[in-house]
């Protein structure tokens, strides 16, 4: 069987199609995805307290079990804190964000024990818009914690950020180095393309599986991800990249390369969150 997987793929059981999600993919021609759980006010969530986030946490698991058993794909799960929510809570109670980043890092170890779908950490990191100095040394606060979390459990990390540059990479081996975290399992959301720049620094590019954004990532190199970021949210029709985006990309990888879909597709994906994506 042909490989197809997409290494940031949403589904909203709230207020979205849900878990229509995963036959949509299946049907394009997924074969395995990794999910990282949405913001709680995608879920209509309100609040940060520790029910809020394990309500969270267990409608995203139960999910991506259903998305894993019910069809034939590789699924798996990333659990975090969005660093738009962190940023939000430190822009109106900063005293508070510390002990809520203690509670989801205490309710990730709990889900990974519990389900063997969490592969990854995230998305967790910093916020991509404009902030004040004081909230943004809270997000990097947050940020380490999440990387001290994700080396003790031997969880990749998937990165959420402000536009990816050269210098945002020197600022993230900076930063990892400092952790001690392996660059080898940290994911950049929504890298540019640009795959060389990315691997300079040993971190792994996850690139938008536009049409344009493939072809130039092959053009780079074989060591990147694909992802679709597909939102499932019906205000935000064309936020991101639709369902099929990564299967639709696995054709395009074909054309230029037969072994290029298995590494991009299969072995990279491996590499980086440690479980299997081999076609089932």
């Known amino acids: 069987m042909r490989a197809a997987t997409d290494v ?16 949509r993919f299946h049907r394009a021609g997924g ?19 520790r029910e809020a986030f394990e309500r969270a946490f267990r409608l995203h698991l139960e ?18 804190w969005h660093p738009a929510e962190v940023a939000r809570l430190a822009e109106r109670d900063p005293d508070r964000v510390m002990k809520v980043a203690e509670t989801v890092c205490d309710l990730i170890e709990r889900f990974h024990a519990e389900y063997e779908e969490v592969v990854a950490v995230g998305e967790v990191g910093h916020p991509h818009f404009p902030v004040p100095d ?14 001290e979390l994700a080396k003790d459990l031997d969880l990749a990390v998937i990165y959420h950020g402000p536009e990816a540059s050269r210098e945002h990479y020197a600022r993230l ?59 499932d949210d019906p205000d935000r029709p064309n936020a991101a990249l639709p369902v099929r985006a990564v299967p639709r ?17 299969v072995e990279n994906p491996e ?7 081999e076609p089932v």
């Open 134 to 147: 004081g909230v943004e040394r809270l997000c990097h606060r947050v940020f380490l914690r999440f990387l």
């Open 8 to 23: 940031h793929l949403h589904f909203n059981p709230v207020r979205g199609e849900g878990y229509c999600v995963f036959e």
């Open 31 to 49: 074969t395995g995805f990794v999910s990282p759980v949405l913001t709680l006010e995608s879920y209509g969530i309100k609040g940060y307290d």
């Open 173 to 231: 081996r900076e930063w990892l180095n400092e952790a001690g975290f392996d660059a080898e399992r940290f994911v950049r959301h929504r890298a540019s393309p640009d795959v060389e720049t990315a691997r300079e620094v040993g971190v792994w590019p996850s690139v938008p599986a536009s049409r344009r954004g493939v072809r130039e990532a092959a053009e780079s190199g074989e060591e990147f991800l694909l992802e679709s970021d597909y939102l």
């Open 271 to 277: 590499r980086v969150f440690g479980v299997e994506f």
């Open 249 to 265: 990309a696995a054709r395009l990888l074909r054309l230029v390369d037969e072994d290029l879909v298995q590494r991009v597709m």
């Open 63 to 80: 999910g991506v079990r259903f998305g894993r058993t019910e069809y034939p794909l590789r699924g798996y799960a990333s659990l975090g």
